[in-house]
DNA sequence: ACACATTTTTATCGAATGGAATAAATGTTA
DNA sequence: TAACATTTATTCCATTCGATAAAAATGTGT
């Protein structure tokens, strides 16, 4: 935590409360009208605060999205790890093909339930969307990056390719197609403003949710399967 | 255009002008920084005119931005129109199957080059993909969507996809099986802020961006023909 | 050249913003 | 209970913001 005047090794339980309070607000707030479009005040108001509380528990409004980035980034790690280490094991074993793209398959399944299947997963969602920094440095370090769960996923479909094909795939066209592959999911998180246009509802719970895990599990399996080394040598 | 104290039908080309200034500036710095990021005066001082210019010619700044909405949807439809009309001529005739993926295929390649061929693509790209209106209406009123290229792109896909499994597919979940496939494409401009971190590199011109349509070529091409009516029962 | 139209410019406004400083209220522990 | 720690609340600041009004400058047509 940046610079807050608050020490969090001896901090009141009470603090502790107002504190994730006013994150679960920001959150939303930040992912519904983006960090230039929030005031501090807003986020007080909705949080019961006054806007003093925000430089204090976070130092200034740039530390209290900091924080709200460290929040989704622990929830989402939280919801897909095991399925990434799951794959991740399969990967450094001598799996076979069908294991890996199941598990593959797998892992895009938790990122939809993190993304999709309830009312605090479309706000962390929404927050992810609309990544804006009042900085330059609009964007999450690399090393950060690195170390979360998109990383992971991008990381182990480069690693499936090489697999798949038998390492006759280029490096970069590798990580083309990977990005390519999960656009096939990220893309309703990505349209979530307009789900309601292209979808005819913006909710994506329940059977639409079994639905939609169906279809990105269909089309990411043919797609794996047309990589694979001995298939169509025209291809 | 809403409301501006200037009058289109009688303006001089100077004023023509200079509002086109305006509004190139302005597309590039709402891209960048999003609509409340940016000050009208940032504006103003980077088009070279007085803060005052942007309500003489747009009426306010939410004016200005409906006029950079206007402009790229414009450059849009130009750029991918020709495509879709071929498209849509193949869906309303007795087209074989493999016309109508070539002819979709023909479409996501006119898209990909609006993405990404250019630095101007990229700035206009860049401004569709920051789209954070001031108002609870941030969204592209649905009857102005429904004219625009991606409910054309998208209303093509259902098409196909209905011809292609010979009407077996529901209603619902052709919508969203479109959606997947063009997200294939789709996800490298929403993904614009890290491409550099996936990719390792964030222009994807010339040989890269031929490497694209070939990709998403190819995955699109395997899906439609996993959608055939006649193909694999057990599937 | 002059009258009129358009565009640019200057000066100003009220409101909102992120934040600082300080005091008051509440919690914890001996 | 009192001393100390933490948290909450009030007051205030300087700056920035979108916008208005009016004047000055420039363009157009007869």
């Keep these: 935590m940046t610079g807050a005047r608050r020490k969090t090794d001896s901090g009141y339980a009470r603090g502790e409360e107002t504190r994730a309070r006013i994150i679960q607000v920001a959150l939303a707030l930040f992912g519904e009208h983006g960090f230039d479009g929030v005031s501090t005040r807003d986020i007080a108001a909705q949080a019961g605060v006054p806007a003093p509380s925000l ?89 950060q990056w690195a170390k979360g769960p998109g990383a992971r996923l991008h990381n182990c479909c480069i690693g499936i390719i090489a697999r798949l094909s038998g390492g006759s795939t280029s490096e970069e066209e590798s990580r083309m197609t990977a990005v390519a592959i999960n656009g096939q999911l990220l893309t309703f998180h990505f349209s979530r403003d307009h789900l309601d246009y292209v979808l005819g509802y913006d909710e994506i719970t329940g059977d639409r949710l079994a639905m939609l895990k169906r279809i990105v599990r269909r089309q990411t399996t043919l797609v794996f399967k047309g990589l694979k080394r001995p298939s169509k040598p025209q291809r």
Tied chains: 1, 2.
């Design 55 to 143: 430089q204090y528990y976070f130092d200034n409004k740039e530390g209290l999205y900091a924080a709200c980035i460290a929040d989704v980034q622990a929830s989402a790690m939280n919801a897909v790890g095991p399925a990434l280490d799951n794959l991740e094991r399969l990967l450094a074993s001598e799996a076979s093909d069908n294991q890996l793209i199941d598990g593959y398959c797998a892992v895009l399944e938790s990122f939809a339930d993190f993304l999709f299947a309830s009312p605090d997963a479309a706000r962390r969602a929404l927050f992810i969307k609309r990544r804006i920094m009042p900085m330059k440095s609009a964007l999450m370090p690399r090393e």
